[in-house]
């Protein structure tokens, strides 16, 4: 800390000295006349006879990386996103008092460059440069062998830094712009209009989870942060919008963890007419044409795995999944004390007040997700935990719902909508006693809502899809935390 703070305290006094000689260290606008990327790709493969023939001039800037002094010259290289180009500083070019200028440069600078290119003794390429222009003072010494920091949550904190250290985390996130704008294509493509619903509610609803409460002081009234637009865009459906879709920003007031983040960003589309098979066949063409965007194939590699996503995928109801993967007996399905000892066999905890259902949630989530690694759609779930999802006709204690497993992590979850409003208000008003009974992540009756319904939502189906967690897959990263520029953490401790 006593070296950092020494060398904020030279760098301060070099901004005084460039004051003193007339330069203005936080300068305003600087024409680039190209950046390093497209550049580096325009003349990179050209031999030193090549550039000493064509004599190719630019105007580039970035912030200085590096830096070499040998007393009448000096190279830099410069950092343009997740570019780096050397820079060629010489006094016989520069001109003295330019030159002198040098002299007060820092690693972290951002400075403005133009000069031609060239070849040095060693061929690297190279700008020799002919004027130099401040265009900001670094204050704060880059960190050291920053690669090396063992504090993870450092660089998720200081993401800025680790921009400037990381040049693969550009990467994650320009891939992560890209994605997005795949499925805006691929929405769009298919007749889906993108809207925007509210992120202030005055009744939380769409998923199970607790929300973030807020208060609106003119209005004198709670709301809460949107934890899922599921209710508004079905809304939407009632009014006409046959096949609408939102990207959007939701928060859910949970742990934090490598897969979780209170605020994170979520698809979802609604398509009238369509039931929960049509968004399965949807999703495998969504997901195939995202790979084949991003990673130029349908298999991917993820943490050691090979994913294929070459569609079909397959299709396993709830149930079957719980015996397929753990060899129980049917019985286990419709006994509550056989259940409770098959889970306890298992090491799992139930309490007295859990439901059938909600022990055999317990054995899904502990021991079938963490064997869902290639694409898997798990459907037919219990109408007791979908009280959206419209039940099936073949069998009403069921439901026309699907979620998506890949590499052991739900991605999506999609259904028929539940568009009978009489049936919509028992659910409510279950969801209620559940609250009643302590459950705080269960549904509030919304009495609007139920209203939407009463005018009439023609046959609807309906999608979720975390795009954090498919950025995770396309990316190959681990922790949820590497592709959200700004994730969620404690607060900082003070030094």
Not at 160 to 171: F, G, M, Q, R, S
Not at 261 to 271: A, K
């Amino acid at each position: 800390m006593e070296d950092s703070n020494e060398q904020r305290s030279q760098r301060i006094q070099r901004l005084a000295t460039l004051r003193t000689l007339g330069v203005q260290p936080y300068g305003t606008r600087f024409e680039v006349t190209h950046d390093l990327g497209p550049l580096i790709a325009l003349h990179g493969a050209k031999s030193k006879a090549e550039l000493d023939q064509e004599i190719i001039r630019c105007r580039i800037a970035g912030r200085i990386l590096a830096l070499r002094r040998f007393g009448k010259a000096a190279f830099a290289a410069l950092q343009d996103g997740p570019d780096q180009m050397q820079v060629y500083l010489k006094r016989d070019v520069l001109g003295e008092d330019a030159y002198r200028l040098c002299q007060e440069l820092d690693l972290g600078d951002w400075i403005g460059v133009e000069g031609r290119l060239f070849r040095t003794k060693t061929d690297e390429l190279t700008v020799e440069v002919n004027t130099l222009t401040f265009l900001a003072k670094g204050l704060r010494p880059l960190p050291e062998k920053w690669h090396g920091l063992t504090d993870i949550e450092t660089r998720y904190r200081q993401r800025y830094v680790d921009l400037i250290a990381n040049p693969e985390v550009h990467k994650i996130f320009h891939t992560r712009s890209l994605i997005i704008a795949t499925i805006r294509s691929f929405l769009t493509e298919h007749g889906f209009l993108e809207v925007e619903t509210p992120m202030m509610h005055p009744i939380p609803g769409g998923a199970t989870a607790k929300p973030f409460v807020t208060h609106h002081n003119s209005l004198n009234a709670d709301l809460y942060l949107r934890v899922a637009p599921e209710l508004y865009l079905k809304r939407l459906i009632v009014g006409g919008l046959r096949r609408v879709f939102e990207i959007n920003r939701s928060f859910r007031n949970e742990g934090i963890s490598t897969i979780h983040n209170p605020e994170f960003t979520m698809l979802e589309f609604y398509q009238a007419y369509a039931d929960y098979q049509d968004l399965m066949a949807l999703t495998e063409q969504l997901f195939v044409r995202l790979a084949t965007e991003v990673c130029g194939t349908s298999t991917l590699e993820y943490q050691g795995h090979k994913i294929d996503l070459a569609p079909p995928w397959r299709r396993l109801s709830y149930f079957e999944s719980i015996i397929e993967m753990n060899g129980f007996d049917r019985s286990i399905l419709h006994h509550r004390e056989k259940a409770v000892t098959a889970a306890q066999k298992l090491g799992l905890d139930v309490s007295s007040n859990m439901s059938l259902v909600g022990i055999l949630n317990l054995i899904f989530e502990e021991t079938v997700e963490p064997r869902l690694l290639q694409p898997t759609f798990i459907t037919d779930y219990p109408t007791e935990i979908s009280p959206l999802s419209r039940r099936k006709d073949s069998d009403p204690s069921l439901t026309d719902r699907f979620e998506l497993y890949i590499a052991s992590r739900e991605l999506a979850n999609g259904f028929s909508e539940l568009n009978d409003p009489l049936d919509q208000r028992q659910r409510f008003e279950d969801q209620a006693a559940q609250r009643e009974a302590g459950d705080e992540e269960a549904h509030y009756l919304d009495e609007d809502f139920l209203r939407a319904l009463e005018y009439g939502m023609p046959p609807t189906a309906g999608e979720g899809i975390g795009i954090d967690r498919l950025v995770m897959l396309l990316t190959n990263q681990a922790s949820i935390r590497d592709v959200i520029l700004f994730p969620q953490l404690r607060p900082e401790k003070p030094t």
